[in-house]
């Protein structure tokens, strides 16, 4: 073989090199090193694996930013590139560019988010279809896509067509969100936001359509509030709708109680934590690009986390910079903010952005070279073509740039300063003015070197609030401005960063730390003489839990010379959480408008917008939300989303004892079971045998449960690494309904098992059907397990299959849910609570899983 030929082939590593390479790399921490490899390690569509530890990862990006430099004067260096952005330190690319810079086995845009939108507004079905394509086409890429859909007619209007009159929103809100849900994206499910304005006569049904059970579950959704709306509200005043939206001679107008309309969303937002809020108004005005609106520049939606308002075709990419790393001396009485290597490496960081704009204009290239290789007629491509050909034209002509931070939380905590004090929120404050100032000068001095973006007209701009803010704060740059124009039509925004504070290893984006400590178990073996059993499972094997700490609390713990090897009690890490700077500053301590004010302030120095959070405990009143999106309004936030522990399921919770729920009430569900349902995988084993369980989900409770061996010829084989999927109700061709099971492999390709009903014992079939209806009525999951338990029935087998769903349907129980009617089997204590599947006594602390 050619010598030449073997030394250049790239190396590749095994799952389990590279695993325990970058476990390494992480020191021990599994899930970041689970992170990185899954989302972001190089790899080719067989899955071969190209990168060992994310040093590799850095080395490529460094080289290709590198390259890009070079077209220009005053290059970084590749060492200069690599030394900001290695170890996660300094400055992180999030995302799609971590991803996608050097990648040659992805064809897919560098951008994290896109808007898309009809010109003209069209609200045909040829326009709304578009939309449609163009969503799907985004999301193949690995973009996250927003799109308004205030141009869509209300229900009841007159139409041209066959219906005579026209759906409204709510039909076209389900369509974009199930095709959100069809597009992988290498593991990763697609992210939509719809919008619309509060004008629209359709908004209520709009804002009701998420608390239909099973219905718009692939998008977010948010509400363009105007100014005029939210001042009815203050006054109890009624407000005008209209179609077109804010139309003088409108088709449709409809007069309501402003009141009314904002109780609902309120309460939608305490129930489900949807919709959020987009104060349109606010937005319209700070923004720099709509001063170019009639050039195409006019904002219309968000991206799906609401960071970056954008206009139609426009994308951005995505950087953070970590607080935390330029605290020196971090948790002593000698912490120090460095504020001039931070101001050094915001310029760095806002050169870097605008290369990456470089590297995506070739991305497309690329992506364009594809659509015109692909066999498909022109007509079949024509839509995907000039859905690049548009946005290639924005990033080009406006160089658009997305820097924002993490480690906010921890970069206060370092310097001994409390989150959300009076203090924080200042410190805060001068920390986001440095970055907005810094990065406008060196996107000034980068348009001295490389040109302004093309349509920079600083007559249009001189009235923008932003601008005359850093007006007044630097006048020197605003000159400079004048003279050299800016690289970039806007600059900076608020991202959060949750795969990205991962391999920080920090507090997330601008949120405090949610909790300082957590709980974990591992498997341990119970012969051996120095381990500790806490507690043995339904297969018999046994567990020992042990304490996880945030890895800046554990480093404050270092410092201050606290063991970290230590198994702490309860009231030992009480005691330790109080000595440190996270006391009373975890996302659930925060005094909530002291957070909306910070939010407030902050989002006068970041010229896009924040995604951020208001977490309120379970127990909050509906006033209170509507006090703080009001609060928000008025401080001057572009957006605000709140979540009330316990209103949405799948989200992280703490580990305090959840309260007994008092109320008598039962969960409603709908009695017509949605076509297709989210669903659980979970395997267990009864007497040697395996079985498996398909467990059909509403709103994170269990609607349904089918149940089988997995082990016998006519058992369900699915891989080991399927713990979800969808169950889809059909029909066969004699009319009977039929239940399928469709998971994606690895690759991205939909695999069905048709046919759940036949792959079981017909006893457990009709036996599963009776405990799928007690669940469809609402019924608490604790009552179905003992429900379960006593069914006499005289089968072996069919005794087998009720232990399995006894114990699958554990899993679901809420933890703290008081175990009534049960005894404890060592001390006979009746005070028993369900804790992760397991009766567990809180008087001598024996579990039983089985």
Same mark, same amino acid.
């Given at each position: 073989m050619?010598?030449n030929?073997?030394?250049?082939?790239?190396?590749?590593?095994?799952?389990?090199q590279?695993?325990?390479?970058?476990?390494?790399?992480?020191?021990?921490?599994?899930?970041?090193?689970?992170?990185?490899?899954?989302?972001?390690?190089l790899?080719d569509?067989?899955?071969?694996?190209?990168? &060992?530890?994310?040093?590799?990862?850095?080395?490529?990006?460094?080289?290709?930013?590198?390259?890009v430099?070079?077209?220009?004067?005053?290059?970084?260096?590749?060492?200069?590139?690599?030394?900001?952005?290695?170890?996660?330190?300094?400055i992180?690319?999030?995302?799609?560019?971590?991803?996608g810079?050097?990648?040659?086995?992805?064809?897919?845009?560098?951008?994290?988010?896109f808007?898309?939108?009809?010109?003209?507004?069209?609200?045909?079905? =040829?326009?709304?279809?578009?939309?449609? &394509?163009?969503?799907?086409?985004?999301?193949?890429?690995?973009?996250?896509?927003?799109?308004?859909?205030?141009?869509?007619?209300p229900?009841?209007?007159?139409?041209?067509?066959?219906?005579?009159?026209?759906?409204?929103?709510?039909?076209?809100?389900?369509?974009?969100?199930?095709?959100t849900r069809?597009?992988?994206?290498?593991g990763?499910?697609?992210?939509?936001?719809?919008?619309?304005?509060?004008?629209?006569?359709?908004?209520?049904d709009?804002?009701?359509? @998420?608390?239909?059970?099973?219905?718009?579950?692939?998008?977010?959704?948010?509400?363009?509030?105007?100014?005029?709306?939210?001042?009815?509200?203050?006054?109890?005043?009624?407000?005008?709708?209209?179609?077109?939206?804010?139309s003088?001679?409108?088709k449709?107008?409809k007069?309501?109680k402003?009141?009314?309309?904002?109780?609902?969303?309120?309460h939608?937002?305490?129930?489900s934590?949807?919709?959020g809020?987009?104060?349109?108004?606010?937005?319209?005005?700070?923004?720099?690009?709509?001063?170019y609106?009639?050039?195409g520049?006019?904002?219309?939606?968000t991206?799906?986390?609401?960071?970056?308002?954008?206009?139609?075709?426009?994308?951005?990419?995505?950087?953070a910079?970590?607080?935390?790393?330029?605290v020196?001396?971090?948790?002593?009485?000698q912490?120090?903010f460095?504020?001039?290597?931070?101001?050094?490496?915001?310029?760095?960081? &806002?050169?870097?952005?605008?290369?990456?704009i470089?590297?995506?204009?070739?991305?497309?290239d690329?992506?364009l070279?594809?659509?015109?290789e692909?066999?498909?007629?022109?007509?079949?491509? $024509?839509?995907?073509?000039?859905?690049?050909?548009?946005?290639k034209?924005?990033?080009?002509?406006?160089?658009?740039?997305?820097?924002?931070?993490?480690?906010?939380g921890?970069?206060?905590?370092?310097l001994?300063?409390?989150y =959300?004090?009076?203090?924080? #929120?200042?410190?805060?404050?001068?920390?986001h003015k440095?970055?907005?100032?810094?990065a406008?000068?060196?996107?000034?001095h980068?348009?001295?070197?490389?040109?302004?973006?093309?349509i920079?007209?600083?007559e249009?701009?001189?009235?923008?609030?932003?601008i005359?803010?850093?007006k007044e704060?630097?006048?020197?740059?605003?000159?400079?401005?004048?003279?050299? =124009?800016?690289? #970039?039509?806007?600059?900076?925004?608020?991202a959060?960063t949750?795969?990205?504070?991962?391999?920080t290893?920090?507090?997330?984006?601008?949120?405090?730390?949610?909790?300082?400590?957590?709980?974990r178990?591992?498997?341990?073996n119970?012969?051996?003489k120095e381990?500790?059993?806490?507690?043995?499972?339904?297969?018999?094997?046994?567990?020992?839990?042990?304490?996880?700490f945030h890895?800046?609390?554990?480093?404050?713990m270092?410092v201050?010379?606290?063991?970290?090897?230590?198994?702490?009690?309860?009231?030992?890490?009480?005691?330790?959480?109080?000595?440190?700077?996270?006391?009373?500053?975890?996302?659930?301590?925060?005094?909530?408008?002291?957070?909306?004010?910070?939010?407030?302030?902050?989002q006068k120095?970041?010229?896009?917008?924040?995604?951020?959070?208001?977490?309120?405990?379970?127990?909050?009143?509906?006033?209170?939300v509507?006090?703080?999106?009001?609060?928000?309004?008025?401080?001057?936030?572009?957006?605000?989303?709140?979540y009330?522990?316990?209103?949405?399921?799948?989200?992280?919770?703490?580990n305090?004892?959840?309260?007994?729920?008092k109320?008598?009430?039962?969960?409603?569900?709908?009695?017509?079971?949605? &076509?297709?349902?989210?669903?659980?995988?979970?395997?267990?084993?009864?007497?040697?045998?395996?079985w498996?369980?398909?467990?059909g989900?509403i709103?994170?409770?269990p609607?349904?449960i089918?149940?089988?061996?997995?082990?016998?010829?006519d058992?369900?084989?699915?891989p080991?690494?399927?713990?979800?999927?969808l169950?889809?109700?059909?029909?066969?061709?004699?009319?009977?309904?039929?239940?399928d099971?469709q998971?994606?492999?690895?690759?991205?390709?939909k695999?069905?098992?048709?046919?759940?009903?036949?792959?079981? #014992?017909?006893e457990?079939w009709?036996? $599963? @059907?009776?405990?799928?209806?007690?669940?469809?009525?609402?019924?608490?999951?604790?009552?179905?397990?003992d429900l379960i338990?006593?069914?006499?029935?005289?089968?072996?087998?069919?005794?087998?299959?009720?232990n399995?769903?006894?114990?699958?349907?554990?899993?679901?129980?809420?933890?703290?849910?008081?175990?009534?009617?049960?005894?404890?089997?060592s001390?006979?204590?009746?005070?028993?609570?369900?804790?992760e599947?397991?009766?567990?006594?809180?008087?001598?602390?024996?579990?039983?899983?089985?």
């Open positions: 050619n010598n030929v073997t030394k250049n082939r790239p190396k590749i590593y095994t799952q389990d590279a695993f325990k390479a970058s476990l390494k790399y992480f020191k021990n921490d599994d899930l970041a090193a689970r992170v990185w490899l899954n989302k972001y390690a790899k569509s067989q899955g071969n694996i190209y990168e &060992q530890t994310p040093e590799d990862m850095h080395l490529r990006i460094a080289n290709e930013l590198a390259r430099e070079k077209k220009y004067a005053n290059p970084l260096s590749k060492d200069d590139i690599f030394n900001l952005i290695k170890d996660f330190k300094y992180v690319p999030q995302g799609s560019p971590m991803a810079i050097g990648n040659p086995f992805q064809i897919a845009s560098l951008s994290n988010c808007v898309i939108g009809n010109s003209g507004e069209s609200d045909s079905y =040829g326009g709304i279809m578009k939309i449609d &394509q163009e969503q799907v086409q985004l999301m193949k890429r690995r973009g996250g896509v927003g799109h308004d859909l205030s141009h869509i007619r229900k009841g209007s007159a139409v041209k067509n066959s219906a005579l009159t026209s759906t409204g929103i709510v039909p076209f809100m389900e369509r974009y969100s199930n095709s069809e597009v992988a994206q290498d990763r499910r697609g992210a939509l936001m719809l919008s619309v304005s509060i004008n629209h006569p359709d908004s209520e709009f804002i009701d359509a @998420k608390l239909e059970q099973g219905k718009v579950t692939g998008a977010n959704v948010s509400v363009r509030m105007d100014d005029d709306f939210m001042e009815a509200v203050k006054n109890d005043s009624d407000y005008i709708q209209k179609y077109p939206i804010f003088k001679s409108p449709v107008s007069t309501i402003s009141k009314d309309l904002w109780k609902k969303i309120v939608n937002a305490w129930k934590a949807e919709p809020m987009l104060f349109w108004d606010t937005i319209i005005k700070e923004s720099l690009p709509d001063c609106a009639d050039l520049y006019k904002t219309v939606s991206n799906p986390c609401g960071e970056i308002p954008l206009c139609p075709y426009d994308s951005c990419r995505l950087l910079i970590n607080l935390f790393s330029y020196d001396n971090p948790f002593t009485k912490a120090k460095n504020v001039s290597l931070f101001k050094k490496h915001i310029v760095a960081a &806002q050169r870097i952005m605008d290369d990456i470089d590297l995506e204009l070739e991305k497309i690329v992506i070279e594809k659509i015109d692909d066999p498909e007629i022109d007509e079949v491509k $024509a839509t995907e073509r000039n859905l690049w050909i548009n946005i034209r924005k990033a080009e002509e406006g160089r658009r740039t997305g820097i924002g931070i993490t480690a906010e921890d970069m206060l905590a370092a001994g300063i409390q =959300g004090s009076e203090e924080g #929120n200042a410190f805060s404050l001068e920390v440095t970055i907005a100032i810094e406008y000068r060196a996107s000034v980068l348009a001295k070197e490389r040109g302004a973006f093309s920079f007209d600083a249009r701009e001189k009235n923008n609030p932003f005359q803010r850093l704060a630097d006048s020197k740059l605003y000159y400079e401005m004048l003279e050299y =124009g800016r690289r #970039n039509i806007a600059l900076l925004t608020i959060p949750g795969t990205t504070s991962l391999m290893q920090t507090t997330s984006g601008i949120e405090p730390v949610f909790l300082p400590v957590y709980k178990r591992r498997k341990v119970p012969n051996d381990v500790r059993v806490d507690f043995v499972d339904e297969v018999g094997d046994s567990w020992e839990e042990y304490v996880v890895h800046r609390f554990k480093q404050w270092e201050n010379g606290i063991d970290t090897s230590k198994n702490y009690s309860q009231d030992e890490l009480n005691d330790l959480i109080k000595q440190s700077p996270y006391y009373k500053a975890t996302s659930n301590d925060v005094d909530w408008l002291s957070k909306v004010s910070m939010q407030g302030a902050i120095w970041v010229d896009h917008s924040i995604s951020v959070t208001i977490n309120l405990p379970n127990d909050v009143s509906e006033d209170l509507g006090e703080l999106y009001l609060k928000a309004w008025e401080v001057g936030c572009k957006g605000v989303t709140v009330r522990d316990g209103s949405r399921s799948g989200v992280l919770i703490s305090d004892d959840k309260k007994e729920d109320s008598d009430s039962l969960t409603t569900f709908p009695i017509k079971r949605p &076509q297709v349902l989210e669903a659980d995988v979970v395997r267990f084993q009864n007497s040697k045998e395996k498996i369980a398909f467990i989900m709103d994170g409770n609607y349904e089918f149940t089988g061996l997995t082990d016998d010829e058992g369900i084989l699915i080991r690494w399927v713990n979800s999927g169950i889809i109700k059909n029909r066969t061709e004699n009319g009977a309904s039929r239940y099971f998971y994606e492999n690895k690759r991205g390709y695999t069905t098992i048709e046919g759940l009903s036949h792959k079981f #014992n017909p457990f009709n036996y $599963a @059907k009776l405990i799928s209806s007690t669940l469809r009525h609402g019924m608490p999951i604790d009552k179905i397990v338990n006593s069914l006499q029935l005289d089968s072996e087998s069919i005794n087998t299959w009720k399995g769903v006894g114990r699958a349907l554990k899993r679901y129980v809420a933890d703290g849910t008081q175990a009534k009617g049960h005894v404890c089997d001390c006979k204590s009746e005070n028993l609570i369900y804790q599947g397991c009766l567990t006594c809180k008087d001598c602390g024996s579990s039983k899983c089985g």
